[in-house]
């Protein structure tokens, strides 16, 4: 059933009369009609009778005039609760990468409650993959992913990406027991001639290195073996792991050498290396499906996302 016959039918029994209903809502009294028997053909019932020279609503008419009443006041509070204008409250489903949900996702959530306690978090962990399967399976309605600069992921046309921050990465390898540091207190790197040492450079000292990715996501393999090539090398990828703090471990267990986050504190036995050219630089998103960036908690856990970290 159409919810505008509903109203029609619902202002049938309020004014009494076809013609009344046609001057209050500006149509004509045959579109009425039209649309009146069009409801009794949906529902199956008679709704209408002869009343001499007018009709009147039969006892079926009266009955769905009253669920009409019901119906449309309940499509107008959906209506309300789901515009862009309505205080935003529900349950909203993310999915995202451990990194973003640590710093990003749980200030939110903390202050959601003190700024919006009728909206509810749902938080799942997994890779960009992951996430973005079950957008696109409806299993979530927010997936929280990244990509690097030198390892552009492709974004389907039914998804809206929002960015939110950026964040520099190193190669992690480990730290010589006399390494000195710089004045922030992070070890630094030199080239041959004194100067800042390139990527290439740097990816070139450990070309006989094993090297540690990530086990459930290839974007971090792919910049590796990018850099490599470029500095005359196939990297030797042997070990896998999907924290970074796994990651330190093993490179101060001399597993191998790896991506880590450039601003990070390095567990005492790793260095961090600076990679500035060219750089290395993880982005973060918020995606979305299109056309529910409107619903009120989705755009206000979006815009608090994107407030934050940078």
């Known amino acids: ?5 509903l109203e029609l ?7 009494g009369s076809m013609r009344a209903v046609a001057d209050v809502l500006g149509i004509t009294t045959s579109t009425v009609s039209q649309q009146i028997a069009a409801l009794s053909r949906e529902t199956g019932s008679v709704l209408l009778e002869p009343d001499g020279r007018r009709v009147r609503l039969t006892p079926a008419g009266r009955r769905l005039a009253e669920h009409a009443v019901t119906i449309l006041a309940a499509v107008e509070a959906a209506r309300l609760d789901l515009g862009p204008e309505a205080e935003p409250n529900g349950t909203l489903r993310v999915a995202g990468f451990a990194t973003a949900i640590r710093g990003s ?4 959530v903390t202050e959601l409650a003190a700024s919006h306690p009728r909206v509810h978090l749902l938080i799942r962990e997994h890779e960009p993959a992951e996430a ?5 399976g ?11 600069n030198l390892a552009p992921a492709p974004l389907d046309p039914s998804l809206t990406a929002t960015p939110l921050w950026t964040a520099a990465w190193g190669l992690g390898v480990p730290a010589p027991p006399d390494t000195a540091t710089g004045p922030t207190g992070k070890p630094g790197t030199a080239g041959p001639t004194g100067t800042t040492a ?9 070309s006989t ?26 990297p030797r990828i042997t070990h896998q792991a999907d924290s970074l703090d796994l990651v330190q471990d093993m490179i101060t267990a001399g597993l191998g050498v790896g991506l880590l986050p450039a601003d990070s504190t390095p567990s005492p036995g790793v260095r961090i290396l600076p990679l ?25 856990v979006t815009r608090l996302l994107r407030a934050g970290r940078r």
């Open 1 to 5: 059933m159409e919810t505008r016959r």
């Open 9 to 15: 039918l619902a202002e049938l029994s309020r004014l």
């Open 105 to 108: 996702l749980l200030p939110v």
């Open 132 to 136: 973005l399967a079950l957008l696109a």
């Open 138 to 148: 409806d299993g979530v309605d927010l997936a929280l992913t990244y990509d690097y």
């Open 198 to 206: 390139t990527t290439e450079e740097v990816f070139a000292r450990f």
């Open 209 to 234: 290195a094993d090297w540690i990715v990530n086990s459930r996501n290839t974007a971090d393999e792919h910049v590796i073996r990018t850099l490599a090539s470029m500095a005359g090398f196939s």
């Open 276 to 300: 500035t050219a060219p750089k290395v630089a993880l982005r973060s998103y918020a995606v979305a499906r299109h056309g529910r960036l409107n619903w009120p908690p989705l755009a206000l």
